[in-house]
Nanobody, 125 residues
């Protein structure tokens, strides 16, 4: 079993910065793909989560157009942790941010896919 725990959310003024962390724990063989999604206020379905950024095991990154140039995703494999550095925050970045991961469980190719519990980021104008 794998668990993802996010931290770093909170209230920040527009133009400010925040760094989110997501630590994976459990039976981890490899961190394949890790990402950050967000869910805007009033949206409740998992399908309504928006991809913010993701990073692969080869450090290839993908960003939503709305955050390019402002957010940076990175990972520390030794700590089983992925980070999201958010700069120049805007009120429209207000959302619950969820960590998402595809994790290898062993060298037989078995994997785990799941979500963290989410962390609220609120950007005031």
């Amino acid at each position: 079993q794998v668990h993802l725990v996010e931290s770093g959310g909170g209230l920040v003024q527009a133009g400010g910065s925040r760094r989110l962390s997501c630590v994976a724990s459990g039976s981890i063989f490899s961190l394949n793909v890790m990402g950050w999604y967000r869910q805007a206020p009033g949206r409740r379905e998992v399908a309504e989560r928006e991809l913010v950024a993701e990073i692969t095991s080869s450090d290839s990154t993908t960003y939503a157009d709305s955050v390019k140039g402002r957010f940076t995703i990175s990972r520390d494999n030794a700590k089983n942790t992925v980070y999201l550095q958010m700069n120049s925050l805007k009120p429209e970045d207000t959302a619950v941010y969820y960590c998402n991961a595809l994790i290898g469980l062993s060298d037989d190719g078995s994997t785990w896919y799941g979500w963290g519990q989410g962390t609220q980021v609120t950007v005031s104008s």
